[in-house]
Each structure stands twice: as C-alpha cells, then as structure tokens.
C-alpha cells in the first residue's frame, strides 16, 4: 500500500475514528491528534506491511496513541484505566473491524455531535469551517485554503487555535439539545456545502470528481435531516446535493477526463436521486426558499431539462437574481453571468464578468479568466480568449480541469 491508500482510507474513515475517539475520551483535540499520528505511522509502516483491516488498524493506533498521551497525564489515571480496559491490539485485524462498526447508528451520532462541537459558537466563523473541514471532512490545510483562497498558514493557525478554545470551553461531547441546534444550524451547513463541493469539483490533485467526500456529506446532510425535518434549508441543501450528484456518472469519461454539460448523456444521469432532490426541494419550499434552496431549484431547472439548449435559462438568470440578493458573492454574479449568456448571448454577460475584474473580486482565482474566456470565444475574440484560457490553466490546480482548459486555449490557436 502506498501513500494515496493512505489517503484514501484516511478520507472514508476519518470522521468515524476521530468522533469514535472523542466520545471515548472525551477530548477533541486529543482524539484529533491520535488520529493524527496514527496516519503518520501508517504512512511508514503500510508500504512494508499492508493491514487486512486498514480503517481497523487506524483505530486502534490512534486509540493507544490516546492511550499513551492520558498514561502522561498524572491527573486522567482514571480515564486511561477505562481506555485500556477494552484498548485494542493493532496487530489483531481480525477483531479491528468490530471495534469500529460494532454500533453504526452511534458512529451516526458521534459524526454528527463531532460537527456541531466542530461548529460551536465560541469558535468564530473562520475556525469553524476550517476546523470542521479538517476533522470531519478529513480535508487537507492546503485543501482548505484553496476553498477558501487563504495562505495554508492561515488555516492550520485557525484549526489549532479552534481545537484550544473548545478545550479551553469545555465543550462535551454531545448533541446539544434542539434550541441550540438551530443556533449553530448555519454554520454546520457551511461547512457541508464546502465539503460536498470538494467532492464534487476537487480543488486539486488528478482527479475531477471525489465522489466519497460528497457522498459523506451527502450521508450527513441525509442525517440531519432527519433530526432536523422541519428546518427549510436543511432540505433545501439535501436537495441541491442529490441533484448535483445525480450528474456525477455523466461528468467523466473512462479515462476520468471531464465531460462537460453540453456533452453529457443525460440517460447516465442518476434518476433516483433526482428524485429525492426534487422531492427534497419541494419540502424546503413550504416556507419560501433560502440560499441552499434557490441554489437547489436551479439544480432542478438543470435536471429537468432534456437538453442544455432547452433548459430554462430565463429561469435560472431570474434565480440566480434572487440568489444574488439573499446570498451576495462573486461566484453568485459569475454563475449569473454564464446564465444571462445562455439566455441573452454573451456581450451582456461579459460586461458583467468585467465588473468582477475590475472590482478584483476573486484574485487568484481560475474561475473569472475560464468563464470570460468562453465569452471572448463565443464573440470571435479568439486571441484574446486564448489568453484568458491560458492564464486560467495556470491558476487551477486540479490536473483534469486543466487539461481541458489548455486544450480549448491550443483550439484557439
């Protein structure tokens, strides 16, 4: 096993281990940091000798990791006595696997009590994402700050100083009860959305998609549904969700290239979870949408439609209209942008992008020159647009996007 096993296990596995871990010892930033070092010594000691039990192995390794850091801790004898009484032998695979999936419906629980301390009001906004990011979603810093388009430094002084101040809080780990759920509702599903749009455009690395971070928040989403059903944006985020994921087994091709709208066979579309969108999306309308269910009824204007030239792009311009005044971003006014060129032709919807340039709203981003290099294209403005394509291959990091940026920059050559 090399280290993109590692990876790969460390991402699906996670969550569970870390939230397991806490409710063990009642210690975020101890459970955080065990899982930690239990990664580290994985990357050593899998390459000369693969586990039969990987997300086992981590357990358990992170569990006497804990272990060890309580033992040095005169005053949690206590605790460590508890620890040891039901630790686990790293080198047993067989029995690793019960340990973790002894009692899912808890894990369930766990996971989600590990986003709401994760989201706590004492932590600000920043340290929440970023922290949540990282402990739930299993991100990497320099994940995070390209979501987020912050210096790596940045985010690993939020998640420490995130992890001291719930310590410092004493913050328990539990579901808190459901008047102060709303309270932290907000940043929970923040935090969600960054991690299920992780999943489903990748920041970086080879690949485009990530289809098991997106189906973990996705499964969170689901979750908190369920404990939340009458809370609209709960909904209207499920629902935004299982219609962009709904698109993923059209949006690469065997290779793991990018397949782009236009070119998609709508046939490969996932209509079951079309449908839940759909019937998730009708649930948050009750009460008028929100930003996740304007973003969902866009989604569903997508997913409804045959075709990309019989799409409604009136509808999804007036949508993102009322997006923009609920929810103001860049990315709100450049996603209208593309919708208004669909809807009107391009001229108008580039003298919107040109705003966002000369305003400089989203520096160094690779978003505004592939969106405005599509526009040029489509005025005859091909060496500009070649230009704006080019500088856009340079800003994105994910290989795959990439590609197909440098190949319609080479076209218009």
Not at 149 to 154: R, Y
Request: with cysteine; glycine share 6%.
């Amino acid at each position: 096993m090399d280290t993109a096993d590692v990876e790969a296990v460390w991402r699906i596995e996670s969550a569970r281990i870390v939230a397991t871990l806490t409710r063990f010892t009642g210690d975020f930033g101890l459970a955080e940091d065990a899982a930690q070092e239990a990664v580290a010594q994985a990357l050593v000691s899998w390459p000369l000798a693969p586990p039969a039990s990987p997300a086992g192995w981590l357990m358990a390794t992170a569990r006497r990791r804990a272990i060890d850091t309580i033992r040095r801790r005169a005053a949690l004898q206590d605790r460590y006595a508890l620890l040891a009484a039901d630790s686990i032998d790293p080198a047993v695979n067989s029995t690793a696997d019960s340990a973790v999936d002894a009692d899912p419906d808890r894990i369930d629980d766990d996971v989600l009590a590990l986003m709401f301390i994760s989201c706590h009001p004492v932590l600000s906004p920043e340290a929440r994402v970023a922290l949540t990011l990282r402990v739930v979603g299993g991100l990497s810093s320099e994940e995070i700050a390209r979501a987020f388009l912050v210096p790596v430094p940045t985010v690993q002084a939020r998640i420490t100083r995130g992890k001291k101040t719930i310590a410092a809080a004493g913050v328990p780990f539990e579901l808190p009860p459901a008047a102060e759920r709303r309270e932290r509702l907000g940043g929970v599903l923040s935090v969600l959305y960054v991690i299920f749009t992780e999943g489903s455009t990748a920041t970086s690395g080879d690949r485009l998609l990530r289809p098991d971070v997106a189906y973990e928040a996705l499964r969170l989403i689901r979750t908190l549904a369920a404990l939340q059903p009458d809370e609209p944006e709960v909904h209207g985020l499920l629902a935004l969700c299982e219609l962009t994921a709904a698109r993923f087994p059209a949006r690469t091709g065997p290779d793991g290239s990018p397949v782009l709208l236009d070119e998609q066979h709508r046939r490969l579309w996932d209509f079951s979870a079309i449908r839940r969108g759909l019937a998730a999306l009708a649930r948050a309308s009750v009460r008028g949408l929100g930003p996740y269910g304007l973003q969902a009824a866009i989604a569903a204007a997508h997913a409804s439609a045959p075709s990309v030239e019989a799409t409604d792009w009136d509808r999804i311009v007036v949508l993102y209209e009322a997006l923009g005044r609920v929810a103001p971003s860049p990315v709100v006014e450049l996603n209208r942008a593309v919708a208004v060129a669909m809807a009107s032709g391009p001229e108008q919807a580039l003298a919107i992008v040109d705003e966002l340039v000369a305003a400089d709203r989203l520096p160094g981003s690779h978003l505004v020159p592939t969106v405005r290099g599509e526009l040029l294209a489509r005025l005859g403005r091909r060496p500009e647009a070649r230009a704006e394509l080019e500088l856009a291959a340079r800003l994105c990091a994910n290989q795959r996007e990439r590609s197909v940026l440098l190949r319609k920059a080479a076209a218009l050559s």
